[in-house]
């Protein structure tokens, strides 16, 4: 079967950095996306990863592994307004995207 | 700058009752997709469209129908309710997704069943 894994949450300080792990396994590979929701909103688009190796946008920064199964998202200088649920995408061979639970963030003061 | 826009955002049912949940675009995307989000689990996809008239199963279709009818248009139908079906549903569109165009989800609509 295909399954995506995060942690259910983290919580971490303003202003520190804080690394969200997700692993996959799915039939094919086609990208890994991931989102940004807030709580009673849609999810919105953080980043994709095709390739092996880091992408940088900003504070956000997204790493990938595809021989291990593994991405992580990365947030810098965390804000209080980065507190929030980060959705791991994996889109498969059919080009669907199958999403892990979500992570909750939880930053304090 | 709609790009995707649900109605109703709110709706409490009786079961056995239907309704339609409406979705449109701005965007003139090909792809569209209805999932639904329950507490602990990832979004599943319900139904999808790869282009106008067209619609296909996604991995949880059973209890619900769909609709597009319009390219900028894609419907989801509740035929008869269940309290299983209590959940969040999001409506999202995208270009295509054999490469790294992302799709865009509207605000959600909220489905209570009772």
Not at chain 1, 49 to 74: A, H, I, P, Q, T
Not at chain 1, 85 to 106: E, F, H, P, R
Request: net charge neutral; charged share 15%; hydrophobic share 30%.
């Amino acid at each position: 079967g295909q399954n995506i894994d995060q942690p259910t949450e983290m919580t971490a300080t303003e202003g520190a950095i804080v690394q969200i792990n997700c692993t996959y396994q799915t039939s094919g590979f086609n990208g890994l996306f991931w989102y940004q929701q807030h709580a009673g909103e849609a999810p919105t688009f953080l980043s994709y990863n095709v390739l092996d190796g880091l992408e940088e946008k900003g504070r956000f920064s997204s790493f990938l592994s595809r021989s291990k199964g593994y991405s992580y998202l990365l947030l810098k200088e965390l804000q209080m307004k980065d507190s929030a649920s980060y959705l791991c995408a994996v889109m498969d061979s059919n080009y669907q995207l199958i999403w892990g639970a979500g992570t909750k963030l939880i930053i304090k003061p | 700058n709609a790009g995707v826009t649900q109605t109703p955002k709110f709706r409490v049912l009786k079961t056995g009752q239907s309704m339609t949940l409406l979705c449109a675009q701005d965007m003139n995307h090909e792809y569209m997709y209805w999932y639904r989000q329950d507490p602990g689990m990832g979004l599943r996809l319900i139904h999808y469209s790869v282009g106008e008239g067209t619609t296909a199963k996604g991995e949880v279709p059973d209890g619900y129908n769909v609709s597009r009818l319009k390219k900028q248009n894609f419907l989801l139908g509740l035929e008869s309710a269940a309290p299983s079906q209590t959940s969040v549903y999001f409506c999202a569109s995208s270009k295509n997704p054999d490469s790294n165009q992302p799709q865009h989800f509207g605000d959600g609509t909220r489905l209570s069943i009772l």
